[in-house]
C-alpha cells in the first residue's frame, strides 16, 4: 500500500488533490446508484472483513458527503456495516498488536483501517444525532399530547450505545504502536472527541434514561485524556459547555469524578477548577447560565471526590468576595463537604488543623452573607456538619450562637435552616440537654470554688530551692575527698578484700553498655550519697572504657585524677546535666507534686466542661423561647419546622421542652391543614405511639406521658388535647382498651398515684368519652362513688373533674335528633351533687366554686325539672347558712325571712362568714345564669322538637287525596308551612321571654329573694368590703341582669359604678367581662354606656386593661359595637408597656384592616383624639403608634384622600406639636404621583407652619421618598416642590417671591394674608403668640367630611375642636344620678323571625 489516510478537518477535504502518498477520494457516487455499492459494500465485508474498507471507503464518503439526499434507510445500512469493520478491527488487533512478524506494510493498512473506520462512523454519527435533535424539537408534544418520533429514529438510543461501545472497546487498544513513533494524530483524537461532545449537547443526556449513553462517553473520553494526550482539551472543553449548556453540570462533576479516580487523571480537577477561578466577577455577572452551571458543576464535583478539591480550593475562594451569590454558595458548600469528610476526626496533623479551622471561620464569615441564600445554604452546610459530628468542641458554642441569632433574620429560608440547625445541635450534642442553666449553676459554683482552693493550696506552699550541681559538688567534695583518700589506700583494700570479691560480682552484673550509662551511674552514686560506690565504679569504668573521655585522666590513678574524674562526670556538660536529671530517681515529694497537678488539671477541665455545659443550656433556652413564638407565624412553612423543632427538644428530654409542646396544642385548630396535620402527627409521635415490651406497658408509658402533659395544664390546652385523644380513641387502636383500663385504675386508686395524676386519668376518661360515650356511662356508679362519694369535701378538685368527665356524654345526646337523655331527679348521681354542693357552701374551700359551676350546669343538662332541684339546692344551703348564724347568737330565722336576716347579721358584721355568703351568692348567680340557659336551649329545642313530631304524626294522618292535593298545590303550601313555621317559632320565642320576665324573678321563686341582697351587697362596698364578698355579689348581679331588660335596666347604672368605682381589679375585669355578654344580649340598652367601656382600657392595672381590649374585641370584631372614634383608646395600647396588652392590640388591628375600610375611615378621628394637648401624648408614642396604624393604608386612593384630609387639618389645629403631628402622619403615608398632586394642591394649608423644623423635616423626607426609582419628569416636580419647601422654612412665607410660584398659585399672596395670623394661644399653653397660627373661629359642626369648617356666625367667643361628630362627652363623675345615666342614642333594631324567613 502506497498511500496514506489523513483524517480531514472538513469533510469535503477528501476530494481535493492531496500531498504526496495521500488518500484522496476517486468517485462520489450518486445518491441514486449507492444501493449496488452498499451491497458490494456488506459482501466485501462478509469477504474480506474489517480490511474491505480500504476499498469500500468512498461508498461511505459519499453517503457522508450526501446525507440529506441519502435515503434514510441506506444511512441506516451504512451505519451497521461501519458499526460491524469498527467491532472487527477490535476483535483482531489484539493478536495484530502482539505479533513480532509485522512488516510495515502491514501495519500501514491496519492504521488506515482503522482512521477511516473510525472517521466515518464519528461523522456519521454525529450526524444521527443532529437528525435526531432536529426530530425531537419538530415533534415536540404539545399541552396534553404525546411525543413522537420519526419511524427511523425510533432506535437511535440503542444504536447510539452500541457506536460508543464499540469505538470505547477499539480505543482501549493500546493501538498508538500503529503509529510512528506512538505519536497519534491530533485530528484523529478530534474526530473521536467531537462526536463524544456533541451527543453530550442532547438536552437528554442528564436524564436517568440515557444513563448507558452517559457512562459510555465519560469512559470514552477517560481513555483518550489517559492514553491519548486530551488532558487539555477536555478541560477547555468542559468549560465552553458548562457555559452553553446548562444541564451538563451533573454530567460533567461526574466525568471528572471518573476521570481523577479510575482513570488516575488528578490533574484534570486542577485545570477545571482554575479555569473557573480565573473567571472574574464581571465575566460571570454577564454570564448569567454559565455562573449557574459553574456553582452547580463545584457543588456536585465537591460532593464527590472532596479529598481532590482541597488541593484547589485556594482558587475557588476568591470567588466568596464576589458578586455572585450562587458561586458563594457552591464554595461553601464544596468547603463543608471537606470538612465532614476530609478534615474531620483527631488524626489530624498540625496543617490540616489550621485548614479545617480557617474554613470554619469562613463559613461563620458567611452566616452574615449579604444575600438570604447564602446565608439558609451556609446554616444548611452547619446542619450537615453537626449532624456529621464533624463540629470540633470548641466550635459548638460559637456556632450556635450564630444560629440562635439567625432566627430574627429576615428571610424565611434562613429562618427555617437556622431551626433545623438548632434541631441538629440538641439531637447530637455532647452535653447534658436534661440540666436547665439553673440546675446547672451550683455544680458549677461548688466545683469553681474547689479550683480556687486547690489553686491557693498549691500556690500557699514554698517553692522548692533548685540548688545547682556545683553547689551540690562543693559541699560534698572534702567528704568525697577523705573517701578517696580512704580507697586508695592498700592497708584498706586488704582489709576490704572480700567486700570488693562481692561489689566486684555485683559490678559485673550491674556492668553498663557504655562509659556514657557508667557515667550516670556514677553521678546516681554521688547524688545519693553512696561515695565509696562512686569511686569503686569510676575506676572499674577505667578499665571497662580506657578510650573513654570520661575516664581518660585515670591512666594514673591519684586521688587528683580521681577526684578530677568525678567532678566532670558529677557537673559534666548541660546535656550531660539534663540525662542526670531525668534518670534520677523520683522523690515522695516529687511524686505528691505530681498528684496534686494532675488533680487540678482533671478539676480545670471538670469546671470548663460544666461552664460548656451551661453556655449551651443558656442557648438552647434561648432558642426554645424564640422558636415557641413563632409556632403562630403566618408563614406555613416556618410553623411546620417550629413544630418539628419541638418535637425533636421534647424527645431529647430538653429541659423546658414541654412549653413548646404545650405552646403548639392550640394549633390543632388552625385553619390551614398542613400546620393541623403537622400538629398532630407530632402529639401521634410524642405520645400516641409509646414504647414498650407489652401492650400494657405501652398503655402505661402513653398515659403516664399524657398525664405529665395535663399537669397544671390550662383549660384551653385541656380542650385542644381532647382532638388528640378523640382522634385517637377513634382511631381504632389496639391499644385503646387497655388505656381505659390503666386510666380506671388510677383513678378509682387500685394503683398508686398522686392526686394530680389521678385528676388527670379522670379527664382523660371524658375525652376518651367523646369519641366513644359508653366508657364513661357504663361505669357512672364508680365516677359517683369515687369523686362524689363521702370524701368529695376533701379534694373538691377532682369532683369538679369527674363532673366534667360526666358532661362529656351529653354533648353527643344534645346533638342527637331523638327525645334528650336526662336522668330522674332521685338519681344517685343529683342526689351525691347537691350533697357535695350543701355541704361545701358552709365550708371555705378554694376550689368549691369552681367544682358548684360545673356541678350546676351539669345539673341542668342531665336532670329532669332541674329547676326543681335547685330550687330545693337553694334552700337548703340557705337553712344551712341561717344554721351557722344561729350558732353564732342570732335565733328566729326562717328561710322566709332570708332577706333580712342577711342584712342583719351583715349589719353586725361579725355572725356571719363572709366567705359563706359570698358561695352563696354565687350558687345563686349560677343557678340564674344556667336558668335562663336552660330555658332558651333546652326547653326550646324540645319545644321545637315537639311541634315538629305533632306535625309528622298530622301529616301521615291525611289521606291519599289529601296528598295529591299536596302535591298539585306544592309551592303554595310550602310558603304558608313556611310562615305557619315561623310564627310558631315566635310564638314560642315569645313564651321564653315572658317567662324570664315575669316567672323566674317572681315572689315566689326562690331566686327573687336574693337579688336584693346583691344590689346591697354591690352597692355599699364599704359596709361588705371582703374582697370574695364583693367578687362573688358582682358576678352574681350580672348573672342576674341576663334573665331580663327589665333588670338589666334597673341595675346597669349601679354595675358601670362597680366598674368605674371599685377599687378590686379583680371586679373591675369581672364587670367588664359580665358588660360585655350583656352588650350582646341586649344592645340597646348597653349602647349608650359605650364610652364607659372603653375607658377601661386606661386603667391602671394591667389585667384590667387586658380583659378590656379582649371584651371590645370580640365586640368590635362580632359587629355588636359600633367601631367609633373611641377606638382611639386601643391604639393608645399598641405603645402599653405590657408585651401581651400590645399583642392584643395588635391583633385587633390586625383583625379590623380586614374589614373594609375601616381603619381608613377611622384614622383622621383617632389623629385627632391623640394628639389633643389634654392627652399629653409624646411625639415618640403618636409615631409609634402612627407607623402601625397607616402601615393598614395601601390602597392608592385611600393614600390620596388621606393626604388632603389630613391637609386640611392644619386649618384646625391649634398648637405646634399638632401641627407636628399631621406632618408626621403625612409622611408615614406610602406617597405616590397621585397623593403628591394632592399635596401640592394643599399647599395653602401647611405652608405658614413651614417654619417650624417639625413641619418642615417630615414634609422634606417625603420627597426624599418619592424621589427614589422617580422618572425624570416627575423627579424634576419633586425637586422643584423641595425647593419651594426649602424657601419658605429658611425665609418664611412672607419673604418668598418666585415667578413660578405666582404662576401656579395666583392668589397665594392673599390666602396667606389672610391665614397667617397670631392667635392667643390656650391658657394651658405657652405665653408667646404662635406663627402662622390658623383663625380661631370654626364651626362647631362635625368635620365629617374632613373638609375645612366655615366661619361662624355666631357672636359666641369662638372655640376650636379636634374631633369628629362622635366624639362622647366629657367623663363625669363615675357615681351617677338617675338624670347622669345616658338615653338611647342609635337603637339597634332586632328583626323577628318571621322577617328573616321570608328574606
Same mark, same amino acid.
Given at each position: ?132 435533535? #432536529? ?138 477548577? !482554575? ?130 441569632? #439567625? ?277 401521634? !409521635? ?72 389521678? !385528676? ?640
Amino acid at each position: 500500500m502506497s498511500w496514506d489516510f489523513f483524517v480531514p478537518v472538513c469533510v469535503g477535504d477528501l476530494v481535493k488533490t492531496g500531498g504526496i502518498n495521500q488518500y484522496v477520494v476517486q468517485d462520489v457516487v450518486p445518491p441514486k446508484q449507492l444501493p449496488p455499492y452498499i451491497c458490494k459494500f456488506k459482501a466485501a465485508l462478509r469477504s474480506q472483513g474489517p480490511s474491505c474498507i480500504l476499498e469500500h471507503f468512498d461508498t461511505g464518503y459519499s453517503v457522508l458527503q450526501q446525507c440529506n439526499a441519502v435515503n434514510l434507510s441506506l444511512k441506516e445500512d451504512t451505519l451497521e456495516l461501519l458499526l460491524q469493520v469498527v467491532s472487527g478491527l477490535a476483535a483482531s488487533l489484539p493478536a495484530f498488536l502482539v505479533s513480532t512478524s509485522v512488516s510495515a506494510a502491514e501495519r500501514k493498512e491496519k492504521l488506515n483501517a482503522v482512521k477511516m473506520s473510525v472517521y466515518l462512523l464519528c461523522k456519521l454519527t454525529e450526524i444521527f444525532e443532529g437528525d435526531s435533535c #432536529r426530530q425531537s424539537i419538530v415533534t415536540a408534544p404539545g399541552k396534553g399530547g404525546k411525543k413522537g418520533k420519526g419511524d427511523g429514529l425510533l432506535q437511535w438510543d440503542s444504536e447510539r450505545e452500541k457506536v460508543l461501545q464499540a469505538l470505547l472497546q477499539l480505543l482501549q487498544l493500546d493501538i498508538r504502536s500503529l503509529w510512528s513513533l506512538s505519536l497519534v494524530e491530533e485530528e484523529f483524537i478530534s474526530c473521536v472527541t467531537c462526536c463524544c461532545y456533541k451527543l453530550l449537547e442532547n438536552p437528554t443526556i442528564s436524564h436517568v434514561k440515557s444513563k448507558p449513553t452517559r457512562d459510555c462517553i465519560i469512559h470514552l473520553l477517560g481513555v483518550l485524556i489517559k492514553k491519548y494526550n486530551h488532558l487539555l482539551g477536555a478541560s477547555v472543553k468542559v468549560i465552553q459547555l458548562l457555559q452553553h449548556f446548562e444541564q451538563l453540570s451533573s454530567v460533567f462533576a461526574q466525568a471528572v469524578s471518573v476521570w481523577s479516580t479510575e482513570y488516575g487523571v488528578r490533574a484534570i480537577i486542577g485545570e477545571v477548577i !482554575r479555569e473557573i477561578g480565573q473567571r472574574s466577577s464581571e465575566e460571570l455577572a454577564r454570564d448569567a447560565s454559565g455562573v449557574k452551571a459553574f456553582s452547580s458543576f463545584i457543588a456536585e464535583l465537591g460532593s464527590l471526590v472532596p479529598e481532590l478539591m482541597l488541593p484547589n480550593i485556594s482558587v475557588l475562594i476568591t470567588h466568596l468576595e464576589g458578586e455572585s451569590h450562587t458561586m458563594r454558595v457552591a464554595v461553601c458548600e464544596v468547603l463543608g463537604e471537606i470538612l465532614v469528610r476530609v478534615l474531620c476526626g483527631d488524626k489530624l496533623d498540625d496543617s490540616g488543623k489550621a485548614d479545617r479551622d480557617r474554613f470554619f471561620d469562613t463559613l461563620q464569615e458567611h452566616l452574615h452573607d449579604t444575600h438570604s441564600h447564602v446565608r439558609a445554604r451556609v446554616l444548611q452546610v452547619y446542619a450537615r456538619i453537626v449532624n456529621s459530628k464533624a463540629l470540633p468542641l470548641c466550635k459548638y458554642s460559637e456556632v450556635m450562637e450564630l444560629a440562635v441569632g #439567625r432566627l430574627m433574620d429576615k428571610s424565611i429560608n434562613a429562618v427555617k435552616s437556622a431551626i433545623q440547625l438548632l434541631a441538629a445541635f440538641i439531637a447530637h450534642n455532647p452535653y447534658s440537654c436534661k440540666l436547665s442553666s439553673a440546675d446547672l449553676k451550683k455544680p458549677l459554683e461548688k466545683e469553681a470554688a474547689k479550683l480556687r482552693g486547690m489553686k491557693e493550696k498549691l500556690e500557699g506552699k514554698a517553692p522548692v530551692a533548685v540548688i545547682k550541681a556545683s553547689e551540690l559538688w562543693a559541699a560534698m567534695e572534702p567528704e568525697l575527698l577523705v573517701t578517696v583518700m580512704a580507697e586508695l589506700e592498700p592497708i584498706r583494700k586488704e582489709a576490704e578484700e572480700d567486700d570488693e570479691d562481692e561489689d566486684d560480682e555485683r559490678e559485673k552484673d550491674n556492668k553498663a553498655e557504655n562509659d556514657r550509662a557508667t557515667a550516670v551511674m556514677v553521678a546516681q552514686y554521688l547524688r545519693v550519697n553512696k561515695y565509696r560506690n562512686a569511686v569503686r565504679l569510676c575506676i572499674k569504668g577505667y578499665g571497662w572504657f580506657p578510650e573513654s573521655d570520661m575516664f581518660a585522666s585515670l591512666s594514673d590513678i591519684t586521688p587528683e585524677t580521681l577526684m578530677d574524674t568525678l567532678a566532670l562526670i558529677f557537673k559534666g556538660s548541660d546535656d550531660d546535666t539534663a540525662d542526670l536529671s531525668q534518670n534520677l530517681p523520683p522523690t515522695p515529694q516529687k511524686e505528691a507534686e505530681e498528684a496534686e497537678a494532675g488533680e487540678l488539671k482533671k478539676q480545670e477541665m471538670l469546671v470548663q466542661y460544666l461552664k460548656d455545659t451551661e453556655t449551651f443550656a443558656l442557648q438552647v433556652e434561648r432558642a426554645i423561647s424564640v422558636i415557641n413564638s413563632m409556632l403562630y407565624w403566618k408563614t406555613t412553612s416556618v410553623v411546620q419546622e417550629a413544630v418539628q423543632f419541638c418535637v425533636t427538644v421534647c424527645e431529647f428530654s430538653v429541659a423546658n421542652s414541654v412549653s413548646g409542646v404545650r405552646k403548639m396544642l392550640p394549633l390543632v385548630w388552625s385553619a390551614d391543614a398542613a400546620i393541623k396535620d403537622a400538629v398532630v402527627q407530632a402529639y401521634k !409521635r410524642l405520645y400516641l405511639n409509646p414504647q414498650g415490651d407489652s401492650i400494657r406497658m405501652k398503655a402505661h408509658t402513653l398515659v403516664d406521658s399524657l398525664s405529665e402533659l395535663m399537669v397544671d395544664a390550662s383549660l384551653g390546652t385541656i380542650q385542644c388535647l381532647e382532638e388528640i385523644v378523640q382522634e385517637f380513641f377513634g382511631s381504632g387502636s389496639n391499644l385503646q382498651s387497655t388505656v381505659v383500663q390503666v386510666l380506671w385504675e388510677r383513678f378509682t386508686g387500685k394503683r398508686e398515684t398522686s392526686n394530680l395524676h389521678r !385528676r388527670a386519668a379522670v379527664l382523660l376518661l371524658g375525652m376518651a368519652a367523646r369519641a366513644e360515650r359508653e366508657v364513661v356511662l357504663s361505669n357512672l356508679d364508680t365516677l359517683c362513688s369515687v369523686a362524689l362519694g363521702e370524701k368529695v369535701t376533701e379534694d373538691f378538685l377532682l369532683a369538679r373533674d369527674a363532673v366534667i368527665t360526666i358532661s362529656s356524654i351529653t354533648n353527643h345526646v344534645r346533638q342527637s335528633k331523638g327525645a334528650p337523655f336526662r336522668l330522674p331527679q332521685d338519681h344517685q348521681l343529683f342526689t351525691c351533687l347537691t350533697q357535695a354542693i350543701a355541704e361545701g357552701v358552709v365550708m371555705e374551700d378554694p376550689y368549691w366554686q369552681s367544682f358548684m359551676e360545673q356541678a350546676v350546669r351539669l345539673l341542668y343538662f342531665m336532670a329532669e325539672s332541674p329547676d326543681q332541684l335547685c330550687s330545693r339546692l337553694l334552700q337548703r344551703c340557705a337553712r344551712l347558712l341561717l344554721d351557722q348564724i344561729a350558732e353564732g347568737g342570732e335565733l328566729g330565722k326562717d328561710a322566709s325571712q332570708m332577706q333580712d336576716g342577711s342584712q342583719e347579721s351583715n349589719e353586725s358584721g361579725e355572725q356571719v362568714n363572709c366567705v359563706c355568703l359570698a358561695q352563696l351568692l354565687a350558687l345563686c348567680g349560677c343557678v340564674a345564669f344556667w336558668q335562663v340557659s336552660h330555658l332558651e336551649r333546652s326547653v326550646s329545642a324540645e319545644l321545637r322538637r315537639r311541634r315538629g313530631e305533632t306535625e309528622e304524626r298530622a301529616e301521615k294522618e291525611k289521606g291519599p287525596s289529601s296528598k295529591a292535593k299536596h302535591a298539585a298545590n306544592e309551592s303554595a303550601m310550602e310558603e304558608e308551612l313556611g310562615l305557619m313555621g315561623a310564627s310558631a317559632e315566635d310564638t314560642e320565642a315569645e313564651l321564653i321571654r315572658k317567662i324570664c320576665e315575669t316567672e323566674l324573678l317572681a315572689e315566689e321563686n326562690l331566686l327573687c329573694a336574693f337579688l336584693p341582697l346583691l344590689v346591697r351587697v354591690c352597692s355599699s362596698p364599704g359596709r361588705y368590703s371582703h374582697p370574695q364578698l364583693t367578687t362573688a355579689a358582682c358576678l352574681a348581679l350580672s348573672q342576674y341582669m341576663m334573665i331580663s331588660p327589665s333588670v338589666c335596666e334597673e341595675n346597669i347604672r349601679l354595675m358601670f359604678t362597680v366598674l368605674e368605682r371599685s377599687a378590686l381589679p379583680v371586679v373591675r375585669a369581672n364587670a367588664v367581662i359580665a358588660l360585655g355578654d350583656l352588650t350582646v344580649r341586649f344592645p340597646n340598652i348597653l349602647e349608650p354606656w359605650t364610652q364607659n367601656l372603653y375607658a377601661r382600657l386606661s386603667d391602671e392595672v394591667p389585667s384590667v386593661r387586658q380583659t378590656a381590649v379582649t371584651v371590645l374585641t370580640q365586640l368590635v370584631l362580632k359587629d355588636v359595637l359600633k367601631v367609633k372614634g373611641q377606638v382611639s383608646e386601643v391604639a393608645v395600647l399598641l405603645i402599653d408597656p405590657e408585651h401581651h396588652i400590645t399583642s392584643l392590640a395588635l391583633n385587633f388591628f390586625n383583625e379590623l384592616a380586614s374589614k373594609d375600610n375601616a381603619i381608613y375611615n377611622l384614622l383622621p378621628d383617632i389623629i385627632s383624639r391623640l394628639s389633643d394637648p389634654e392627652r399629653g401624648m409624646t411625639s415618640e408614642d403618636f409615631n409609634t403608634i402612627m407607623k402601625q396604624l397607616f402601615s393598614y393604608i395601601t390602597k392608592e386612593r385611600q393614600t390620596e384622600s388621606l393626604v388632603e384630609k389630613l391637609c386640611q387639618r392644619f386649618r384646625t389645629a391649634k398648637t405646634e406639636r399638632q401641627w407636628c403631628d399631621l406632618a408626621m402622619s403625612l409622611s408615614l403615608l406610602s406617597m405616590c404621583e397621585r397623593g403628591f398632586k394632592r399635596l401640592q394642591e394643599c399647599w395653602e394649608c401647611y405652608s405658614d407652619k413651614l417654619t417650624e423644623p417639625g413641619v418642615y423635616q417630615p414634609l422634606l423626607s417625603i420627597t426624599a421618598k418619592l424621589r427614589r426609582g422617580a422618572k425624570a419628569q416627575f423627579k424634576a416636580q419633586v425637586d422643584e416642590f423641595e425647593k419651594r419647601l426649602t424657601a419658605v422654612h429658611t425665609r418664611g412665607l412672607e419673604n418668598v417671591e418666585s415667578p413660578e410660584m405666582d404662576e401656579e398659585n395666583p392668589k397665594e399672596g392673599g390666602s396667606s394674608e389672610k391665614t397667617v395670623m397670631r392667635t392667643p394661644l390656650p391658657t394651658r399653653g405657652r405665653a408667646r403668640p404662635k406663627r402662622g397660627q390658623a383663625t380661631p373661629s370654626v364651626s362647631g359642626r362635625g368635620d365629617e367630611s374632613f373638609v375645612t369648617p366655615q366661619r361662624s356666625r355666631r357672636s359666641k367667643k369662638p372655640v376650636i375642636t379636634f374631633s369628629s361628630e362622635e366624639e362622647e362627652e366629657d367623663e363625669e363623675d363615675a357615681v351617677m344620678a338617675e338624670s347622669e345615666t345616658p338615653k338611647v342614642t342609635t337603637p339597634i333594631a332586632r328583626t323577628s323571625r318571621r322577617t328573616r324567613l321570608r328574606n
